[in-house]
C-alpha cells in the first residue's frame, strides 16, 4: 500500500541524491520513484548511494514535465525549505503522512515531491500542489539535503502506515530473542552461577561458611530481580574467574575487553 506513494523528484542535478532518496525509500517499504527531467540519470553514482536499492532505481519513472509525473496522483504534497510567502495549507512531515495514509486507504495515489537542490521547486510547480510541506528546521539552516529531506518524509509515512496496521515500531520479542547473548539466562545457569559466586566468596575470604549471615539468600534476591542475559552472565563468571586466579597467584589469560 505505500506503493501508492511516489516519490517525485524534479530537475535533480546530483545523481547521487536519487540514489540516496531511492535507498531512503526502499528503506522505508517505498518503490514509486519518478524523475522528472533529471540532469544526469542514469548514472554510477546514482547507484553506488542507493547500495541495495538498485531495484528501486531500475524502476523508476523518467519523465519530462511534473504534470506527467503526477498522472493519476488525487493528492500532491510539494515540499519546500523556506517560505514562499504563497499563501498555502502548509503541512509538518508528520501531518503529512497521516493526509497520506487516509488518501491510499480510500484507494488514491499519492505525490510526495521535491525540489532542484540549488533552487527547490519553482512558485509554478508549487501550486500544483495541494499542500505545502516544510520540515521544521532550524530557520538559521533551513535547508536539507534533498535525499535527506526525502527521508524524512518517508520515514513519517511508514510510522503513519505501521500506525494503522497496528504494527510495532521495535523490534518484537521474538526478534529481540534471535540474538543468543539477550537471551534471559536459564534457572540452570543461575544455579551454577550461584555455585561459583559461593567458592569465590570464600575463597576471598568475603563468606566465613560458619557465619553464613544469609548471604547467599540475599544475593539470590539480587540477582533474581536483575533478569540477567546470557552475556551479563559471562561477564560475572569472567570476572570470578579472574578474582579467583588472583587469589590463588595464579597467572592471568591475556583477555579483550570487548564485552
Ligand atoms: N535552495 C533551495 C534548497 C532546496 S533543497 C531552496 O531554498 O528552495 C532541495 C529540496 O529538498 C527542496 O526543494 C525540498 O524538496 C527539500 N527540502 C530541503 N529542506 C527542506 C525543508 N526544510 N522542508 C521541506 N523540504 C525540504
Redesign the pocket.
Request: charged share 10%; no cysteine; glycine share 12%.
Given at each position: 500500500m505505500l506503493q501508492n506513494i511516489r516519490v517525485v523528484l524534479v530537475n535533480t542535478s546530483h545523481p547521487g541524491n536519487i540514489g540516496g532518496a531511492a535507498r531512503a525509500m526502499k528503506n522505508m517499504g517505498l518503490n514509486r520513484l519518478v524523475l522528472v527531467d533529471p540532469q544526469e540519470f542514469p548514472s554510477p553514482k546514482a547507484d553506488a548511494r542507493a547500495s541495495g536499492a538498485t531495484d528501486v532505481l531500475e524502476a523508476a519513472q523518467v519523465v519530462a514535465t511534473l504534470e506527467e509525473a503526477l498522472v493519476g496522483c488525487s493528492l500532491v504534497f510539494g515540499?519546500?525549505?523556506?517560505d514562499r510567502h504563497i499563501p498555502w495549507p502548509l503541512l509538518d512531515p508528520r501531518e503529512t503522512a497521516s493526509k497520506c495514509l487516509e488518501q491510499i486507504q480510500a484507494g488514491g495515489e499519492v505525490a510526495l515531491?521535491?525540489?532542484?537542490?540549488?533552487?527547490?521547486?519553482t512558485n509554478q510547480e508549487l501550486q500544483r500542489c495541494h499542500f505545502h510541506?516544510?520540515?521544521?528546521?532550524d530557520p538559521e539552516f533551513?535547508?536539507?539535503?534533498?535525499a535527506?529531506?526525502v527521508q524524512v518524509l518517508v520515514y513519517e509515512a511508514r510510522m503513519a502506515w505501521l500506525a494503522a496496521h497496528d504494527q510495532p515500531t521495535k523490534m518484537t520479542k521474538l526478534e529481540a530473542g534471535a540474538d543468543v547473548n539477550a537471551q534471559p539466562v536459564t534457572a540452570d545457569e543461575l544455579e551454577q552461577y550461584f555455585v561459583h559466586l559461593e567458592q569465590t566468596l570464600i575463597e576471598i575470604g568475603f563468606l566465613i561458611p560458619e557465619r553464613p549471615r544469609h548471604l547467599m539468600s540475599r544475593l539470590r534476591r539480587l540477582y533474581g530481580r536483575a533478569d540477567v542475559t546470557r552475556l551479563e552472565m559471562n561477564i560475572l563468571r569472567g570476572i570470578l574467574t579472574e578474582t579467583q586466579k588472583t587469589v590463588r597467584g595464579e597467572p592471568h589469560k591475556r583477555r579483550e575487553n570487548d564485552v
Open positions: 515540499t519546500s525549505a523556506r515531491v521535491f525540489g532542484r537542490e540549488y533552487a527547490g521547486l510541506v516544510h520540515i521544521p528546521s533551513g535547508s536539507l539535503n534533498l535527506a529531506a
